[in-house]
């Protein structure tokens, strides 16, 4: 309904022991499978345009490519001190916009240049991910121009593109833990299903306020998580 579950799917592969990067690949497996069937779910509804968004779509599976190499080479720890202060800026975004619109409205930026965003979003949803649906959809509305619902199907294309091509990146480096990934998406393809059709059924009323609530929560709880720089910096 608002993402790809890795706000939360990820924090848990890591609170069980899995290391960083078989969690990343793990988690790539079981978002790829929900996100498909999520996917779907919107095309037979009518609010996927993907000739339209093919190059958005092409970029964020290029640059997911690039991050899900380059994760196997670096830590991705880095980006984790981000992520407090990117889902407060997205949390305020949401919060303090104008009312969010079914309808579609003016393109404020080009083609070429959504796509170029949308594969920065790619690179970072390879490299590490949560998070990457929320960045997506915020996006396609703030400078696509498109309807909250429309926004979030398009949102599940890319972010299926951005997994997928993780997912091939990090089976090439023999990273993927098959029998946890596979579990996992039973839960994944059943949520994307039922997520889908609620977000189509209620719109804005119900994925805004999810949108917030998961942002704030999660900076919450990286914020009290000892392991997180961020912690370390606020906290000694």
């Not at 490519?65 to 202060?85: E, K, Y």
């Not at 098959?178 to 997520?195: D, E, H, P, T």
Request: charge should be positive; include cysteine; charged fraction near 10%.
């Amino acid at each position: 309904m608002a993402g790809g579950g890795g706000l939360i799917a990820l924090p848990a592969l890591l609170a069980a022991g899995i290391p960083p990067v078989p969690a990343v690949a793990t988690n790539k497996l079981q978002s790829s499978l929900g996100t498909f069937g999520a996917c779907v779910a919107y095309a037979r509804a009518g609010h996927m345009d993907l000739k339209a968004y093919r190059w958005p779509i092409f970029a964020a599976f290029a640059g997911s490519v690039g991050g899900a190499w380059l994760v196997q080479r670096v830590d991705p720890s880095i980006l984790a001190g981000l992520m407090p202060a990117l889902l407060i800026a997205l949390a305020a975004y949401f919060t303090f916009s104008p009312k969010m619109s079914e309808i579609d409205r003016h393109q404020r930026i080009g083609m070429v240049l959504l796509s170029l965003l949308i594969g920065v979003i790619g690179f970072y949803d390879g490299f590490f991910g949560p998070g990457a649906g929320a960045f997506y959809t915020s996006i396609f509305i703030a400078l696509g121009g498109l309807g909250l619902v429309r926004a979030t199907a398009q949102t599940k294309a890319a972010n299926f593109a951005s997994n997928l091509a993780g997912l091939l990146t990090m089976i090439a480096g023999g990273h993927v833990i098959w029998i946890v990934g596979l579990a996992m998406a039973v839960g994944s393809i059943a949520g994307g299903q039922i997520g889908s059709r609620l977000a189509m059924r209620f719109g804005s009323r119900l994925i805004r306020p999810l949108l917030i609530v998961m942002s704030l929560a999660l900076t919450a709880k990286m914020l009290l998580d000892p392991e997180n720089p961020i912690h370390a910096l606020l906290f000694g």
